[in-house]
């Protein structure tokens, strides 16, 4: 006979969590180091079942908004947590800072009830309802309501290693649906257990279960000192052909194996099953949250032999289809904590066998089993001074951005707003080597906490109300932007001399300590005086020289092009403040090889391949001379870009500042831009994965525009032809030309004309404001060639906007119709599905229905997984217990009797174990 029964890895606790929390009470147990946080609550209490103290999230968290449930699922709830919760509809990272000690493991458990608390009906709508979690800087879960039950409650665990003294548990937001959580628990587990999680690893919770009697459906504290949730077999799963097993004897763990410390009343208890029978498997099946193909699962088997005589009983431990642990015979009255030294086993079906051997008398039996999945902690956290000092910053100044929580630089996307970090690539720590708070409001005097920090080059606390004097103490700073504040001095000689000597570049004009300095640093202008000098001194040599050149120059130049003109007499003396290089005409004449090769014309001018001094490609744009004259945003326009920094936005390495030549100097991208690969030959084709790739790198780089820049940017000419790629086809957004940056008073709108035809908004015609939603309808234009490789005007016979092309094809046949010939019908279609209506959405006709770019960046991420073999994230269950449990048990062919629960995931059974 087979015996198998297969549990699902989703598990819910539901409005009868009387049964779940209903547990053997011991009194006196220790709680210490517990944190216990029940999120939007406002008071501190005991747990009536647990004893538990749990306390306000208040200074745990900055941002969010307190709930309670509705009203109709109040009186199911049958704990204090339940009833309260914390939801995050700003930003798209929020965490919670917990307390804990470097190098120290912790069980970390967050769980969530919605409730129905905003009166959406979200989980049970038919839209998806799913946000992730992050353990510190790295990916853990995915919380997965959609089609949930409103009183259902959802819960996540993850063991880890703190690396600080503060572990953060992050909600981030993936624009299907508002990030909340109704209660975080922290328990510390001694160093000795679960010997495999280390700074790298992590494991996130799958499945932990108890056999043989239990009168509790969750065993946890008191019982389990750790907290640890053991789910148990009911009552029903004790019918033919299951066996309980039990003894009053005391099961001992070997001196020194203390890596798991099950509670003694869960190892003396066990499960077999009659010897008739000669195994059976446990399968959980994997639930909609992930791709059971990229499981990488750690199942622990916990054994010990508790019938009284000598019995004879060996069987084999399989994963699937390879054989864990060959001949083995559980020992008696003693705990055997079966696992493969931490290794992650690939088992797709997650199917675990145990099957009787051929000279045993007995069949197998199990005590309890725990099945981990991998969580990989491969982002580093920013170095811990750096935190340190940037936290004191925050204090000082009682800084309100919403983001500044969590990691303040990893992970890269996710970094505070107004920093710069630097991202080593061998094992180090991320740094801060920027902050720009210009324009914040600051009062009060200079922190010095920004002095110790030693990788901070650039520091802006230009446009703010500082007071008082100067630190006396310079560090690593390059650049100090301290102007239109109120400092009133002294400065001191370090800074002083650190000026003088040309190693900091200051700013303090605009202070009233520069009535009474004439210094360059109290300037906009650049100290002529000795040009005057040399200008009185000796006027003759300089006649002179000026004669010596015009007869120079019609000895070399006569009859030459006006191309060969001599611009180096043309460079301006004003220099920017800015920490990017400056090229001078002779320069850029040198890297482009005398302007030979051009890669890029537009009606600013033309772009040249160039390349510097150290073999680093570049791309150089050159304004036309026509351009230069109206050219008044040039020089504002550079310092703003250079301020900007992201992997989705074309890096500007410098300018060229001549009154006859303007210039900005790009990195080269190599595989050309969007447009040409899109409507190139058939030489290369993207496929559809790459298309949204490239698609949501270049959400995020106008993300990262409009969201992170102070002031945010609009860029205004939004299209194909300005999504660059490189070697790896990671897209990044170029030609800023036309871009322009708003301070919150012009409610980022502009007068200026912008963009292509064909990428135009409507709204742009009527009112001639530009907003960012102006990108954003343009990016809608981008999604649609992406997905037809057509022009955003078609010849089809007539001329055609694009949308309205792929509306008649739509409507006159099928979705199918639109996609691009080239994929060949390879891609997704669901995918499709959702990228056309994301793009639909981007064109609506008011600026005000179009969604916002972070929006369209985090509707993109949750697409990918579904169209990639290698999800970027690897989800895990949404654990859940149902409301009621029934059981409904037939015999099947070969006499075989298979238990499922749950979500089956497409696994074969006989008979069904299952909730709603």
């Not at 749990?54 to 704990?79: C, P, Q, R, W």
């Not at 969604?851 to 999800?871: F, H, I, Q």
Request: hydrophobic share 35%; glycine share 6%; net charge negative.
């Amino acid at each position: 006979m087979v015996i198998s029964f297969s549990c699902s890895a989703s598990r819910k606790l539901t409005g009868i969590l009387a049964l779940l929390f209903m547990m053997t009470r011991v009194y006196g147990q220790s709680t210490s180091g517990f944190i216990s946080i029940d999120c939007g609550n406002r008071r501190t209490y005991n747990d009536s079942t647990t004893g538990i103290q749990y306390h306000s999230d208040h200074g745990f968290v900055d941002g969010g908004l307190s709930h309670k449930i509705s009203t109709e699922f109040m009186a199911d709830a049958t704990n204090e947590q339940q009833k309260t919760l914390r939801s995050f509809p700003q930003s798209s990272r929020n965490c919670y800072t917990l307390p804990s000690a470097t190098g120290k493991k912790f069980l970390v458990r967050a769980l969530f009830t919605y409730g129905d608390y905003d009166g959406l009906n979200s989980t049970m709508s038919g839209s998806l309802f799913r946000f992730g979690l992050h353990i510190g800087v790295n990916f853990w879960e995915a919380v997965n309501l959609t089609n949930s039950d409103p009183s259902n409650t959802i819960w996540k665990e993850v063991l880890t290693v703190a690396p600080g003294n503060n572990l953060s548990v992050c909600l981030i937001n993936f624009g299907t649906g508002t990030p909340f959580v109704s209660s975080l628990e922290l328990r510390p587990l001694q160093d000795v257990m679960y010997p495999f999680v280390n700074s790298s690893v992590s494991i996130s919770y799958f499945k932990r279960f108890r056999f043989g009697n239990a009168t509790e459906y969750i065993t946890r504290y008191p019982l389990d000192p750790y907290d640890r949730f053991w789910e148990a077999w009911f009552s029903t799963y004790k019918a033919y052909p299951w066996i309980t097993l039990n003894t009053s004897n005391e099961v001992k763990r070997l001196p020194g194996n203390d890596a798991f410390q099950v509670p003694q009343a869960i190892l003396q208890n066990a499960t077999t099953v009659d010897t008739n029978n000669t195994f059976y498997s446990v399968r959980v099946a994997a639930g909609p949250n992930l791709d059971p193909t990229n499981l990488q699962l750690l199942p622990i088997f916990h054994f010990a032999e508790v019938v009284d005589n000598n019995p004879n009983r060996s069987f084999n431990i399989y994963s699937g289809d390879e054989l864990l642990f060959p001949d083995f015979s559980p020992s008696r009255s003693q705990v055997d904590s079966m696992h493969q030294n931490g290794r992650f086993l690939h088992n797709p079906a997650a199917s675990f066998l145990l099957n009787k051997t051929n000279n045993s008398v007995l069949p197998p039996l199990i005590n309890a089993f725990e099945l981990y999945s991998l969580v990989r902690m491969d982002n580093l956290t920013t170095d811990s001074n750096d935190i340190s000092y940037i936290k004191e910053v925050k204090k000082h100044y009682n800084l309100a951005q919403i983001n500044w929580n969590g990691d303040p630089c990893s992970p890269g996307e996710y970094s505070w707003e107004g920093l710069i970090c630097s991202y080593p690539k061998s094992n180090q720590n991320p740094r801060i080597i920027a902050v720009n708070l210009s324009t914040s409001g600051l009062k009060g005097g200079l922190a010095i906490s920004f002095m110790n920090m030693s990788s901070l080059i650039n520091l802006d606390l230009s446009h703010n109300n500082l007071t008082g004097a100067i630190p006396d103490y310079l560090g690593s700073l390059r650049v100090l932007n301290l102007s239109n504040n109120q400092l009133n001095g002294p400065i001191p000689d370090s800074v002083l001399q650190g000026f003088q000597a040309g190693l900091l570049d200051l700013r303090l004009e605009g202070n009233p300590l520069c009535s009474k300095v004439k210094d360059t640093y109290c300037s906009n202008k650049k100290n002529t005086i000795h040009i005057i000098l040399i200008a009185v001194i000796v006027p003759v040599v300089l006649v002179s020289l000026l004669v010596v050149m015009c007869i120079l120059w019609k000895l070399c130049w006569k009859g030459k092009s006006e191309d060969h003109e001599d611009y180096a007499m043309y460079e301006e003396e004003t220099p920017l403040h800015i920490d990017i290089r400056r090229f001078t005409y002779t320069e850029l004449k040198l890297i482009t090889n005398d302007f030979q090769s051009i890669i890029g014309k537009g009606g600013f001018g033309i772009v040249y391949h160039g390349t510097l001094e150290n073999g680093d490609e570049v791309a150089v744009k050159v304004l036309m001379e026509t351009s230069i004259a109206e050219s008044k945003d040039f020089l504002p326009e550079v310092q703003t870009l250079s301020k900007v920094h992201h992997k989705n936005l074309v890096t500007l390495q410098g300018y060229c500042q001549n009154k006859k030549c303007l210039a900005l100097v790009y990195d080269f991208m190599p595989r050309g831009n969007l447009q040409q690969l899109l409507r190139g030959g058939d030489e290369y084709s993207l496929n559809w994965e790459q298309r949204l790739h490239i698609a949501l790198d270049a959400a995020q780089g106008l993300e990262y525009l409009h969201e992170l820049c102070t002031p945010s940017i609009v860029h205004r000419d939004v299209k194909t032809p300005n999504i660059l790629l490189d070697n790896n086809l990671v897209g990044v957004i170029s030609d800023f030309g036309l871009s322009r940056a708003f301070n919150d008073a012009h409610t980022h709108i502009s007068t200026a004309a912008a963009g292509t035809l064909g990428y135009l908004d409507p709204e742009y015609h009527a009112s001639f404001q530009v907003t960012v939603k102006t990108d954003v309808y343009s990016f809608g234009i981008v999604l649609l060639e992406i997905i037809t490789g057509q022009s955003p005007v078609v010849m089809d016979p007539q001329t055609v906007h694009l949308p309205n092309w792929v509306r008649q094809k739509i409507a006159n046949g099928s979705i199918h119709d639109v996609v691009d010939k080239k994929l060949l019908d390879l891609y997704d279609a669901s995918s499709l599905q959702s990228v056309v209506d994301l793009a639909m959405n981007c064109l609506e006709n008011a600026a005000i229905n179009r969604p916002t770019m972070t929006e369209v960046a985090s509707r993109l991420k949750v697409w990918l997984p579904a169209v990639s073999g290698a999800p970027r994230h690897t989800d895990s269950m949404d654990t859940e217990i149902p409301r009621q449990f029934r059981l409904m048990i037939s015999r099947a062919r070969n006499e075989g009797i298979s238990f499922q629960s749950g979500y089956t995931n497409g696994i074969s059974q006989t008979s069904l174990f299952s909730g709603r």
